[in-house]
């Protein structure tokens, strides 16, 4: 059988490839200045339950009850990493998923015994591995850092990192597409960030709503919404996980998932009827 | 069990271009076969088709009309390719990847378990010449004939039946495609088809048995080099011609030379080869030699190139 070996080369591969250009120890340097800043700079101190002091900087900021001051802190990290995160990660992907479409080098990958499905799914694989990697690294090492110096373990932390990867594997779908369309680490970039910048936006859709005239722009807005990936509501349910404040509607995940699955189902379709 | 290694049947490629609508026949209904463990070489000038042909053949480009089989198989099944080894033209090979872990990911890629990639590495880096210091320096260091080098070892990696090299030589000294010539005359030796497509003519005509000629996208001529190079003329060297023969034997010569005493005459047919000698010898004129003339390569491959303009 030459698919688990194939797989495991091609994820291998992209690891080879995410360390030559930098990619990983660029995450990996960000990651672990953000634990040491939580590990050295903030210093607090707890007593019974509760919070005798908090300092950053030396400075004493003001305390509230431990538990809720950890899920803020830790919603201020899982916001960071969904955003500036997921916008670094999706400009360290681009390259890495165009790149394969290079002339010289697709033909001889497509000249191997694996299927055109098999090379763009373990290249997709090992691009999610990489930046899933380096957010285990950074939510699960933040997360034991405030368990151990607080006492608080809560899940909803460790959980709202599945959604990030989830989104970045949304957003990775729609890179391996415009890859396969037109070769492009640039278009992929900008596609995708401007989808970053425009979701939060169609997120206010009701207030936007109220200021169009026209029914028709109306209308294109709703259509904008409910097509796009939901990166800003699906925020709302990251903080909402967090905070432990329940989830008020799903379908901004469901949604989100049908784009991921058309974008990846068509960049499979074109790739294999493609000629190189 | 096919007897042909490659057979294409009317393979056809037509690139399109929407705007300006415009269409490109790059390959018209080619039908070819190449036999099992022969070595086959594919000629042709700039942008005749060889290497959109190549590329149906592997599957990088699919074919708009007719069909290519590997050892019986439609080359678009994943498993017809892999008894193939390949080397494309213009190959960009990944430069953060080492010789060593190139080999390794193409060998995993082509099917091959951890341990039998490990040991086929370094007997393939050894053969195809590459010095022990360079197999874990990375590909970006290697010199050009180096890239040509570790690139045919990774067309060999599989121990595959079939290898397809575009431009094998192609920045390679003297040295150098000697040694690659050696290694797929070994290739050939054990029964590996051998199909090159390459600009260097004296290099197919050193080692292919058949060649084929593209020219417009089209199969202009085939054959086996033996036969396309022979047959052309006759030769007969002769001395002390009177001059009323010489003035006779000209007029019916192809080609006429003279040195020292020495005429060398050059006849298109074997008749009027056999005349010329019954005429040279009832003149009691000595002849030295009688040899059928042979084209090069290269003079076979103007010929069709020019005829076919």
């Given at each position: 059988?030459?698919?688990?070996?194939?797989?495991?080369?091609?994820?291998?591969?992209?690891?080879?490839?995410?360390?030559?250009?930098?990619?990983i120890w660029g995450f990996f340097g960000c990651c672990t200045i953000l634990l040491l800043f939580l590990l050295f700079i903030m210093r607090i101190d707890v007593v019974a339950g509760s919070l005798a002091a908090v300092t950053i900087f030396g400075k004493s900021m003001p305390t509230t009850d431990v538990q809720n001051l950890v899920r803020q802190a830790q919603s201020v990290i899982a916001m960071i990493l969904y955003f500036a995160g997921m916008a670094l990660a999706v400009f360290a992907s681009?390259?890495?998923?165009?790149?394969?479409?290079?002339?010289?080098?697709?033909?001889?990958?497509?000249?191997?015994?694996?299927?055109?499905?098999?090379?763009?799914?373990?290249?997709?694989?090992?691009?999610?591995?990489v930046v899933t990697a380096n957010i285990l690294y950074l939510v699960l090492g933040s997360w034991l850092i405030f368990g151990v110096k607080t006492g608080v373990w809560g899940a909803g932390f460790v959980l709202s990192s599945l959604f990030t990867i989830f989104i970045f594997a949304v957003l990775l779908a729609l890179i391996a597409l415009i890859g396969v369309l037109w070769e492009s680490a640039a278009v992929a970039i900008m596609i995708t960030w401007a989808i970053l910048i425009i979701t939060p936006i169609l997120a206010q859709r009701s207030t936007i709503e109220r200021l169009l005239?026209?029914?028709?722009?109306?209308?294109?807005?709703?259509?904008?919404?409910?097509?796009?990936?939901?990166?800003?509501?699906?925020?709302?349910?990251?903080?909402?996980?967090?905070?432990?404040?329940?989830?008020?509607?799903?379908?901004?995940?469901?949604?989100?998932?049908?784009?991921?699955?058309?974008?990846?189902?068509?960049?499979?379709?074109?790739?294999?009827?493609?000629?190189? | 069990m096919s007897d042909f290694a490659i057979e294409t049947e009317d393979l056809t490629k037509i690139f399109q271009s929407r705007w300006p609508k415009r269409e490109l026949k790059a390959v018209d209904a080619i039908s070819l076969q190449v036999r099992r463990g022969v070595a086959f070489g594919l000629l042709g000038p700039n942008g005749a088709g060889k290497t959109t042909f190549v590329k149906m053949l592997l599957s990088c480009a699919h074919p708009t009309s007719g069909r290519a089989k590997i050892f019986g198989r439609d080359s678009r099944e994943t498993g017809a390719r892999r008894p193939v080894g390949y080397l494309p033209e213009n190959h960009r090979f990944p430069t953060y990847m080492t010789g060593w872990g190139m080999l390794d990911f193409y060998g995993a890629l082509s099917g091959m378990d951890a341990p039998s990639r490990h040991r086929r590495i370094p007997?393939?880096?050894?053969?195809?010449?590459?010095?022990?210091?360079?197999?874990?320096?990375?590909?970006?260091?290697?010199?050009?004939?180096?890239?040509?080098?570790?690139?045919?070892?990774?067309?060999?990696?599989?121990?595959?039946?079939?290898?397809?090299?575009?431009?094998?030589?192609d920045g390679v000294d003297p040295v150098?495609?000697?040694?690659?010539?050696?290694?797929?005359?070994?290739?050939?030796?054990?029964?590996?088809?051998?199909?090159?497509?390459?600009?260097?003519?004296?290099?197919?005509?050193?080692?292919?048995?058949?060649?084929?000629?593209?020219?417009?996208?089209?199969?202009?001529?085939?054959?086996?080099?033996?036969?396309?190079?022979?047959?052309?003329?006759?030769?007969?060297?002769?001395?002390?011609?009177?001059?009323?023969?010489?003035?006779?034997?000209?007029?019916?010569?192809?080609?006429?030379?003279?040195?020292?005493?020495?005429l060398q005459l050059t006849f298109a047919t074997r008749e009027q080869a056999n005349e010329a000698i019954d005429l040279l010898r009832s003149n009691q004129c000595a002849i030295e030699s009688m040899q059928r003339t042979r084209s090069t390569l290269e003079e076979v491959f103007m010929r069709t190139v020019e005829g076919s303009k």
């Open positions: 059988m030459n698919g688990p070996i194939a797989t495991l080369a091609l994820i291998h591969d992209t690891f080879r490839e995410a360390f030559a250009r930098r990619v681009a390259g890495m998923i165009s790149a394969v479409f290079e002339p010289g080098r697709i033909e001889l990958l497509l000249s191997k015994p694996v299927s055109r499905t098999h090379l763009l799914l373990g290249r997709y694989a090992g691009n999610l591995l005239s026209s029914e028709w722009s109306r209308d294109v807005v709703r259509v904008l919404y409910y097509a796009l990936p939901k990166t800003s509501d699906i925020s709302v349910i990251v903080r909402d996980l967090i905070l432990g404040q329940p989830v008020q509607s799903w379908m901004p995940v469901w949604s989100t998932a049908v784009f991921g699955a058309i974008a990846l189902a068509l960049a499979l379709w074109r790739f294999e009827r493609r000629s190189f | 007997e393939l880096l050894e053969l195809t010449g590459l010095d022990e210091r360079a197999w874990h320096l990375r590909l970006g260091k290697y010199s050009k004939g180096m890239l040509q080098r570790v690139g045919l070892a990774q067309a060999l990696m599989h121990s595959p039946e079939l290898l397809v090299l575009d431009e094998p030589s150098g495609r000697k040694h690659i010539r050696d290694v797929l005359r070994r290739m050939e030796e054990r029964g590996v088809t051998v199909f090159l497509n390459s600009h260097l003519l004296q290099e197919v005509e050193l080692f292919c048995s058949e060649v084929a000629i593209i020219q417009k996208g089209k199969l202009a001529l085939t054959g086996t080099v033996e036969e396309l190079t022979s047959g052309s003329g006759y030769r007969i060297e002769s001395e002390h011609v009177p001059e009323r023969l010489e003035t006779e034997l000209r007029s019916r010569a192809r080609a006429v030379a003279a040195s020292n005493g020495s």
